[in-house]
């Protein structure tokens, strides 16, 4: 079965840095791209960057940045997320998925998983 | 950058049809993906491309799209149903995903 964990989330202070792993499981996760999702509390979704499976394409939301940097590391099936530059804003439920892209150029997000609180306060 | 906009919320009786609508520019050119979301959990894709489901969603489920609009019809609707949805497009200004607003429904 197809599995995501991710890990990492924690109380920080504003300014302060975060690294967030997702554990892949289940799947060639080196032959899929992945996305970080967020979702503050009592909110939307909010996509917030995209890793393409060779890393070749990587791309962020205007919202992180410069302040967040996406990787991955296909030996381990573990995408990563590290977070700079903390704001209170910045606090929410942080989701990894994975990408496909339909024939139609429709991207789509097919399994995720069950996320890791990260709260930015002082 | 593309804005996809959903009705906050809706009701349907047990056992009826309810549609919910995600409209914007993007749908224009791209399909939507739906995805339900229940309290405290993460989100589980429902409809992709237009009118596709994976594998375990029931065929209540169905998706479609006309011009700027795209929705999501649940048809003969379940208590289990009860749930927040939320469409995703690709925004064709910049390739970006982008989500709905969400819509919250409730099951009566």
């Known amino acids: 079965d197809v599995q995501l964990v991710e890990s990492g989330g924690a109380l920080v202070q504003p300014g302060g840095s975060l690294r967030l792993s997702c554990a892949a499981s289940?799947?060639?996760?080196?032959?899929?791209?992945m996305i970080w999702v967020r979702q503050a509390p009592g909110k939307g979704l909010e996509w917030l960057s995209y890793?393409?499976?060779?890393?070749?394409?990587?791309d962020y939301a205007a919202s992180v940045r410069g302040r967040f940097t996406i990787s991955r590391d296909n030996a381990k099936n573990s995408l990563y997320l590290q977070m700079n530059s903390l704001r209170a804003e910045d606090t929410a439920v942080y989701y990894c998925?994975?990408?496909?892209?339909?024939?139609?150029?429709?991207?789509?997000?097919?399994?995720w998983g069950q996320g890791t609180l990260v709260t930015v306060s002082s | 950058s593309s804005e996809l906009t959903q009705d906050p919320a809706v009701s349907v009786a047990l056992g009826q049809t309810v549609r919910i609508t995600c409209q914007g520019d993007s749908l224009r050119s791209y399909y939507a993906s739906w995805y339900q979301q229940k309290p405290g959990q993460a989100p589980v894709l429902v409809i992709y491309d237009k009118n596709n489901r994976p594998s375990g969603i029931p065929d209540r489920f169905s998706g479609s799209s006309s011009g700027n609009t795209a929705s999501l019809t649940i048809t003969g609707s379940q208590a289990e149903d009860e749930a927040d949805y939320y469409c995703n497009s690709r925004d064709s200004s910049n390739d970006h995903p982008v989500f709905g607003t969400g819509t919250k429904v409730t099951v009566l």
């Open positions: 998925a994975r990408c496909l892209m339909a024939g139609s150029g429709t991207y789509y997000f097919d399994y």
């Open positions: 289940g799947f060639t996760f080196s032959g899929y791209s």
């Open positions: 890793i393409s499976s060779t890393t070749y394409t990587i």
